[in-house]
């Protein structure tokens, strides 16, 4: 499986989510966002971080990179493209995913673990794990709050397009497992077509024993095929 | 033009460092001249009032790169892996602008350690504010917590610890102290030393402006009709800069084009180019009109002085040159000749095709004051307190207002705004007695612990001195780590006070002690003084930051007890010492009294063998024991897994507050499995340590039997309520 | 009683987003642009019929809690 990670000024997350594809034995190339071509992924990966500093707005600026309108393509072409954090960001500013990431709610930069619960796993991203299996991943965002209008709400709730959404250790979704004001606690979201996974937990977190649990594994076993 | 009594004064110089300047050059000073010594000069550049003494600081052994004198201090911790680490003070701009003050702290150490060639892995920080009550603090503490946060996460290195301390003594001077740690090859380190004659000197980074420039030193001449429009500005971060200065750095390092690299910090172009010069023992000269500026008409007085950030300056080997601009332009960073080296020994600027500045480098530097400086033995309080003339108190009373305190609530308020897990390889967060950072893609991992005791070192400062280096090297050692070496970051008052300045001869002597003893030398660091308004000085709060090594990934400790059924043991003596300790200072508001004693041989066998212990697979958790005493360490154990303890009465002490809440040095807590009790007995009994079974694990009741229970869950809340009750908005 | 404020940096201080903003909007063709500066603005409306006073007060609440005056300026017009 050849996968690309795409690099922007400010990126920081490009290098674990890279160990963790060639963990998998993804064939992984980093790519610039100065490049004008994708090379030929299965995957291509949004990295999280700080691109651009975050300026303006979260993702605004790396939207209108010269690789994007590559990347935009390529979706629309049904390729996989995962977004975390930083990268969910980006692919809402450059329209592959509707919506908006507000500043959290409690209006500071919140890093930690969290419980999520797989809302659907009927999809290449998630097709490994049980459908309603609690994962615990790990969050680290300032704009990580999700809002759309009530029509794309329903639209995505009826659709089966919300994947993940924040939850307690039991599996309760409820304003107190909720992190940072996400609009019924969604904590990812696909575009119509299930081929664009945006999240904003780091799934590259969870992958490692020696420094946490595995739970984000399954999301990479998943696309391996 | 002669310079006057008031533009001297106003540059932080004594009239007769200014003769001193004079003689060396041969003549008056132009204003620009004035601004260089005055920045070259002064106590943050010089070391003038600290460098005799902390020549006396231990400051090498087998595993030491590179000591003090460098931008950072660098160990060899085998396999051609170098620890890169510094500690550094950012305390006045922080309390001015806490949000960018602290984040550019941060963005400097940062820089200190990627200009040696590591990659930064990690940060740490030391924060002191005034008491809560005092109104300025929740303002500094929201912003200093604020700005690190923003500045590490956008950068991308896990903030990953440190310790954040309240007292009155901060009130109008509160200390940030910012520490980074990087990896690097050891084979490619570099250094800030010109070399070669004819070099060019190239600028890289972001573009000078007006930041950080104090308005005083600026002559009335300087000023136009525009003069609002040239006030000085507060330092800004930014961080992405810093990012993309960083990647473009790091990946100018892969080869030998660097021949010598230096960051601009205080002091920026004027610093760097001569420290430069002076350690190559070469000449520099720059054409200031190259400078990439970000404001039109900037004079070469504020060119030279500036603190903009996210800047360097690097002597390239000529041929390279043209590489290096392609790389930087990758990153969309100023790359630009301004100068070159040359052999006259003499820093030579020139500006509009005329000479603005022609000064000796020697006279920036070597020459510039030593001053030994009068000091009095600090008077030492021998005030002690006895529990028994003491209002009677319940011990869990007196815990429960220990661990509700400021300094000993959870931090997770602070800690959730650091992201400390970006770069995967961070084995342990903050929260244990030290951070765990794995080196990347090998099976080695390093700790990581920062400390202080402000209090102690009032009390007797060689005591504390001594003291906080043992608490370092213990925090290391709770964690299964060998502790390697350390940086400091020495806060005091004004050193022209006698009694500042033998508060600050009597820490080093104490730090010295307990470095020499244990093997534990100073590699870098860096000394604050001033820190005092209205005359009224800080405690002496010197603070240490200690690198440990990890060979394998499979000993790494924390405090979470384990098992149910598990004992826990004390290992070293409790001698009931609980003057200067949290006990009397949060239930009596006693401040006086002398500090624990320290034994340094008792530190140094019971530290060895508890490592012993760990190497023989026999510790499941471990704990230091240091402020609050034995029985908050004991709740901390506790709440870290939310398994109760079922505590022991003291045998021998019969008084129980003595005995739980003593500040006694050199001890630890350890779980271990029952079955391997008279294993560790005959182990201990071998070396002469002391030890005794003090608790056994089990669920949910905290207890000490036949005094006093209570749920695990009622002290986690107490424990997890200040920071949140303090920075609730109404 | 309406007004609106303009928060901005002041003149000498570093704008790393505007600096950024700016660049991006060459990139994307506009290379005729000198400079970007980025603010803030705010919508205040006061529930007080004396103009002077109201005004007073807001410029209180500036230099009180919307403008960090140690790096910003603000300006207050009285709008429509």
């Known amino acids: 499986m050849k996968s690309s990670v795409i690099v922007f000024p400010g990126s920081n997350c490009d290098r674990d989510i890279a160990v963790a594809l060639e963990k998998l034995q993804f064939k992984n190339s980093m790519v610039w966002h100065k490049e004008t071509e994708l090379p030929k992924s299965d995957l291509i990966v949004v990295p999280g971080g700080f691109s651009y500093g975050d300026y303006l707005r979260s993702g605004a600026i790396a939207a209108k990179s010269n690789i994007l309108s590559e990347v935009i393509n390529a979706g629309k072409k049904g390729a996989l493209i995962l977004g975390i954090c930083n990268g969910f960001q980006i692919l809402i500013e450059c329209g592959l995913l509707q919506g908006a990431l507000l500043r959290n709610s409690g209006l500071k930069f919140i890093s930690k673990d969290i419980f999520v619960k797989v809302q659907s796993n009927k999809n290449k991203f998630l097709k490994k794990y049980e459908a309603n299996e609690i994962l615990k991943l790990n969050i680290a965002h300032n704009e990580g709050n999700y809002f759309t209008d009530k029509k794309h709400l329903k639209e995505l709730e009826d659709n089966d397009l919300i994947p993940l959404k924040y939850c307690d250790e039991k599996g309760n979704i409820n304003f107190k497992a909720n992190p940072n004001g996400s609009i019924n606690n969604i904590a990812g979201i696909f575009n119509k077509n299930k081929n664009i996974l945006g999240m904003m937990p780091h799934p590259e977190r969870m992958a490692d024993k020696i420094l946490s649990d595995e739970d984000g594994l399954g999301l990479f076993l998943s696309l391996m095929n | 033009m002669t310079i006057t009594k008031s533009q001297i004064e106003s540059h932080g110089l004594k009239t007769e460092e200014y003769d001193k300047i004079k003689e060396l050059l041969g003549r008056d000073a132009n204003l620009l001249e004035l601004g260089i010594f005055s920045a070259m000069w002064n106590e943050h550049c010089s070391y003038k009032s600290s460098k005799i003494h902390l020549k006396q600081l231990p400051t090498k052994n087998n595993i030491v790169i590179q000591g003090p004198g460098e931008n950072a201090g660098v160990i060899d911790i085998g396999d051609d892996d170098a620890i890169i680490f510094k500690i550094e003070s950012h305390n006045h701009p922080s309390f001015i602008e806490p949000y960018q003050g602290s984040a550019t702290g941060v963005g400097g150490i940062l820089r200190d350690v990627f200009t040696m060639g590591a990659r930064p892995i990690a940060l740490m920080n030391s924060i002191h504010f005034g008491s809560p009550e005092n109104k300025k603090t929740q303002h500094l503490l929201s912003g200093v917590v604020s700005g690190i946060g923003g500045y590490g996460n956008s950068v991308g290195i896990p903030t990953v610890g440190g310790e954040t301390k309240f007292n009155s003594t901060y009130n109008e001077n509160i200390l940030v102290n910012a520490m980074a740690i990087g990896h690097a090859n050891k084979n490619k380190i570099f250094y800030s030393k010109a070399k070669g004659i004819n070099k060019s000197v190239v600028y890289v980074g972001s573009k000078t402006g007006r930041d950080g420039i104090h308005g005083a030193t600026m002559a009335s001449a300087e000023f136009d009709e525009n003069s609002e429009e040239k006030k000085p500005t507060v330092q800004v971060g930014d961080p992405f800069t810093e990012k993309l200065l960083l990647e473009a750095c790091l990946e100018l390092m892969k080869d030998n084009s660097i021949i010598s690299i230096q960051d601009m910090g205080a002091a920026g172009l004027t610093s760097s180019s001569v420290e430069m010069a002076s350690k190559g023992k070469l000449g520099i000269e720059l054409n200031l009109n190259k400078v990439p500026c970000r404001e039109n008409n900037m004079t070469p007085y504020e060119m030279m002085l500036s603190e903009s950030q996210e800047r360097m300056l690097i002597i390239l080997d000529d041929k390279k040159e043209k590489e290096a601009k392609k790389i930087f332009d990758k990153w969309d960073l100023d790359f630009v000749v301004i100068g070159k080296t040359t052999d006259t020994n003499r820093l030579v600027l020139s500006f509009d095709n005329e000479k603005v500045a022609d000064i000796p480098i020697v006279a920036l530097s070597e020459k510039a004051p030593l001053y030994e400086r009068k000091w009095n033995k600090p008077k030492i309080s021998k005030n002690k307190t006895k529990v028994k003339d003491l209002k009677k108190i319940k011990i869990e009373d007196a815990l429960v207002k220990i661990l509700s305190s400021p300094d000993h609530s959870n931090k997770n308020w602070i800690t959730d705004q650091y992201d400390q897990v970006v770069m995967c390889d961070t084995i342990q967060k903050s929260g244990n007695d030290s951070a765990v950072i794995r080196i990347h893609n090998k099976d080695k991992a390093i700790a990581i612990s920062v400390d202080s005791s402000a209090n102690y070192c009032k009390a007797d400062p060689k005591s504390g001195g001594k003291q906080i280096v043992c608490e370092n090297w213990r925090n290391l050692i709770s964690v299964g780590a060998k502790p390697l070496a350390i940086t400091n970051c020495l806060n005091f008052g004004n050193p022209e006070k006698a009694n500042v300045m033998g508060e600050f001869v009597e820490c080093i002597n104490g730090i010295k002690e307990s470095c020499e003893f244990l093997n534990f030398p100073v590699v870098s660091g860096n000394v604050s003084f001033y820190n005092e308004t209205n005359s009224k000085s800080i405690f002496p709060t010197p603070v240490i930051g200690g690198i440990g090594i990890f060979n394998n990934l499979k000993k790494i400790l924390n405090m979470k007890t384990k098992k149910t059924g598990n004992l826990i043991i004390v290992l070293g003596k409790t001698l009931g010492h609980i003057d200067q300790s949290a006990f009397l200072r949060e239930n009596f508001s006693i401040h006086d009294g002398p500090p624990p004693e320290i034994n340094l041989t008792n530190e140094k066998n019971n530290g060895l063998a508890v490592l012993k212990l760990i190497k023989d697979n026999l510790v499941l958790s471990a704990h230091d024991i240091s402020s609050g005493g034995m029985l908050v360490s004991l709740a901390e154990m506790s709440m870290a897994s939310m398994l109760g303890l079922k505590i022991y009465k003291p045998k021998r002490l019969t008084n129980s507050i003595e005995y739980f809440f003593a500040e006694d040095q050199s001890r630890y807590l350890l779980e271990i499995d029952k079955n391997n009790l008279k294993k560790i007995e005959s182990s201990l009994k071998k070396n002469n340590i002391f030890f005794e079974v003090v608790a056994e694990v089990q669920n949910d009741i905290f207890e000490i039997e036949k005094t006093f229970g209570m749920k695990v869950n009622e002290l986690y809340n107490c424990n997890n309520q200040w920071y949140h009750r303090f920075n609730a908005v109404n | ?80």
């Not at chain 3, 007060?57 to 230099?63: A, I, L």
């Open chain 3, 1 to 80: 009683m309406k007004f609106a404020v303009t928060v901005t940096l002041k003149k000498d201080v570093l704008d790393p987003q505007g600096r950024v903003v700016g660049q991006t909007l060459k990139n994307m063709g506009i290379k005729n642009l000198n400079q970007i500066r980025q603010g803030k603005f705010f919508e205040i409306d006061m529930n007080e019929k004396d103009s002077a006073k109201a005004e007073g007060q807001v410029k209180e609440m500036c230099e009180k809690l919307l403008a960090n005056q140690i790096i910003e300026n603000f300006q207050i017009k009285k709008a429509e």
